[in-house]
């Protein structure tokens, strides 16, 4: 059992006392004024609407009688600030919604009512910035109010902290120090890179021979402090063992004052230093939390997600299990002190990186009461479930031997944690089993094109190219895009204690080849040296198998939505989500057969209201599509065409009395509502 330590949280009477002072002398909103689970429909604080990242609103005006009456009450187009993937959810704040868009991370406020964009804000260019690999990948703004003020937070691609004033725009006077160059305000920013502790140029940032730090998700502010995560360059893109640590940062809610920094990769005296052998704690990197927090503001506590060590798919060089790699950490808000931890994957090597915000509920466990709870949505397709103040696992979570490598110089752990409860919600491992078998010559056909790789369980490893085997690569499945993954984040119902996961079936083919190859594959890379071994394609995975009519190798559902009762931790239901694909449905290759519904195979946006679960996915013939859910059978209560595609995730809330779907869509947002919402709003902008 990883989690409790010497250090963890415990909520004594006395420390109780004090924190209830603490929070009624500070100016700051408190956790009572800004709750743990949204109870109020005119808000959505953080991307994921509350602290707890539930994406859940009480609004229920929008009801499966009147859902197929949407309309598009107005759509804003964040093509002119460069805007491409859609990645952020707004916060809803006080009547605007804030947001960041495209590659300069523009800070946007949007009248929630038309769609008509109130002002906007850009950082100064920076060559640090424009490196960025993450640019546009923003997800959303941080939030608290000072002296009845309202302040958004952003972190940029360069990695600068900036504070601005909800309703105007402006840098918050009074907060951080000056940066030496041209065009930056005077106030209102932190340069992160000075804390970090590495030789850095204000202008050019650290030299990539050293490494490089971004960041990709909002910071999150808990009782006057912010506490900011990072990313570094993709795992699947380096080669070279050379990287700066995610090292976490906190700072002053009010002045931007450095208050603490958490080392992700421990140092010397530190828990978990001896996880790294060979030394790689002193130049390796990476273990960042490009994932979004999330918190709970009564016990001061913070939740972490992280990523891997540098480079995916081979750790040679860093021997051991590398903590805290693939972990979920919670830290003290005041002090950044570790208070429990789990490591989800040791000596991780598979781009199973934690790729969602953790998600908090109060549950009620049979034999063990009321269980105050976060759960991590994974790529593996477990729900790793937790007491969030002291980390121990609300069911076991027990270590069960894997495959050894056998690729020359890397050591894996003989052994991974494996979740016992909720039971897998999507595909794990690939046998011949899990082939389709619509018809026999499919079937013959899937057992030929898989004779070139291993299959194997779900930590099976990767396999270089001169392997003596013969083989072209090893399945990883789910693969770092496979379960659960950052484009359709989970959804909860606090009042329920139900979670709604969106996974499906993508798996990762997984080859190897030279180090001094694969870094001619990735130019600007950070580092000097190069590994043994490296990932053998310019993408995130070698070819994948695909069978010549272009139908899934595997069995479907290739999507689906899962309904996990978390109180007791069964399955509630799965849903294929959308409808069959007319290129599957309609195939001459299946002909005659009836495949039924088997899902589109995309990741889907949810949200959760009181009366139902809104879903976006396609039909047949690639109509976008939004789906009414009941939540407690996953029947569909009702459906309508959208205006387009969404992704990334959705959200819901009441203005001026009528409640609003938002929908990301791609460079776009686009607001449904009934009509009486779209008759007063006036012409869209």
């Known amino acids: ?29 408190s956790a009572q004024e800004i709750p743990l689970f949204n109870e109020d429909p005119a808000e959505w604080y953080t991307l994921g609407g509350d602290y707890a990242h539930t994406r859940f609103t009480p609004a229920s005006e929008i ?22 993937s859609g990645r952020s959810t707004p916060s809803l704040i006080d009547g605007k919604l804030i947001t960041v868009a495209g590659n300069k991370r523009y800070v946007v406020a949007i009248d929630p009512k038309n769609g008509e964009t109130l002002w906007s804000y850009r950082e ?15 997800k959303g703004v941080g939030y608290a109010n000072i002296d009845g003020r309202d302040i958004v937070y952003i972190v940029s691609p360069g990695f600068f902290l900036t504070a601005l004033d909800a309703d105007t725009g402006i840098p918050l006077e009074g907060f951080g120090k000056p940066v030496p160059i041209d065009g930056f305000p005077q106030s209102g920013i932190v340069d992160l890179l000075a804390d970090l502790g590495h030789p850095y140029d204000p202008y050019e940032g650290i030299p990539l021979e050293t490494g490089y730090i971004t960041s990709s998700s909002p910071p999150i502010v808990v009782n006057g402090t912010i506490v900011v995560g990072n990313s570094a360059e993709q795992g699947y893109h380096q080669a070279r063992i050379e990287n700066v640590p995610g090292d976490i ?48 503001p009564v016990n001061n506590l913070v939740y972490i997600p992280t990523n891997s060590a540098t480079i995916d798919y081979y750790g040679g060089f860093r021997p051991g299990d590398n903590l805290y790699g693939a972990s979920l950490i919670a830290l003290d808000t005041r002090t950044g002190e570790r208070a429990w931890h789990f490591q989800m994957v040791k000596h991780e090597i598979w781009n199973f990186d934690n790729p969602t915000a953790p998600v908090l509920l109060d549950l009620n466990v049979p034999g063990q009461g009321r269980v105050p709870a976060v759960m991590q949505v994974t790529k593996q397709a477990w729900v790793y479930a937790f007491n969030r103040i002291t980390g121990e696992p609300i069911w076991p979570i027990v270590d069960r031997p894997v495959p050894a490598s056998i690729v020359p110089g890397e050591v894996l752990s003989p052994t991974q944690p494996h979740v016992t409860r909720p039971a897998p919600f999507d595909m794990q491992g690939i046998t011949e089993d899990d082939l389709i078998d619509f018809t026999p010559a499919l079937r013959a056909e899937a057992l030929e094109v898989m004779e070139e790789f291993v299959m194997g369980p779900l930590f099976n490893p990767p396999i270089h190219a001169d392997n003596p085997m013969g083989k072209y690569a090893a399945m990883n499945c789910p693969g770092g895009a496979g379960g659960a993954n950052i484009t359709a984040p989970a959804v909860a119902d606090p009042t329920t204690g139900k979670l709604y996961v969106s996974s499906h079936k993508a ?11 694969s870094d001619l594959l990735f130019p600007n890379s950070t580092g000097v040296n190069t590994a043994a071994y490296a990932n053998g394609a310019r993408g995130a995975t070698a070819r994948t198998p695909r ?19 978390m109180n007791s931790g069964d399955h509630a239901w799965m849903i294929p989500t959308g409808e069959t694909p007319d290129r599957i449905k309609n195939h001459p290759a299946l002909e005659g057969v009836d495949v039924g519904n088997t899902g589109t195979g995309a990741l889907v946006p949810m949200v959760v209201t009181e009366n139902m679960l809104v879903y976006s996915d396609q039909a047949s013939d690639g109509t976008p599509m939004l789906y009414a859910i009941d939540k407690a059978s996953g029947e569909i209560l009702s459906e309508i065409e959208a205006p387009s595609r969404s992704s990334y995730g959705m959200s819901s809330w009441v203005h001026d009395g009528h409640q609003y779907i938002l929908l990301q869509t791609s460079s776009s947002l686009t607001a449904m509502a009934l009509p009486g919402a779209q008759d007063e709003a006036g012409a869209a902008h």
């Open 249 to 296: 940062l906190a700072y002053d809610a009010r002045t931007g004052a450095f208050k603490w920094k958490f080392n992700v990769i421990p140092k010397p005296g530190e828990y978990g230093h001896e996880t790294w052998e060979n030394d790689a704690w002193q130049w390796t990197g990476d273990v960042s939390s490009w994932a979004p927090l999330s918190a709970d």
């Open 507 to 517: 798996c990762f083919s997984l080859r190897l080849i030279p180090g001094e190859e």
């Open 63 to 84: 009801s499966a009688e009147n859902f197929t009456d949407m309309e598009v009450a107005w759509e804003w187009d964040g093509a002119s600030f460069g805007a491409i």
């Open 1 to 29: 059992m990883q989690a409790p330590n010497s250090r963890r949280s415990s909520l004594t009477p006395c420390k109780l006392a004090a924190a209830v002072l603490s929070m009624l002398s500070s100016s700051f909103l």
């Open 124 to 138: 100064p260019d920076t060559p640090r910035a424009e490196y960025s690999m993450r640019a546009d990948y923003g």
């Open 547 to 565: 069978l010549s009519s272009g139908i899934p190798i595997w069995k479907p559902p290739y999507s689906r939505i899962t309904a996990i009762d």
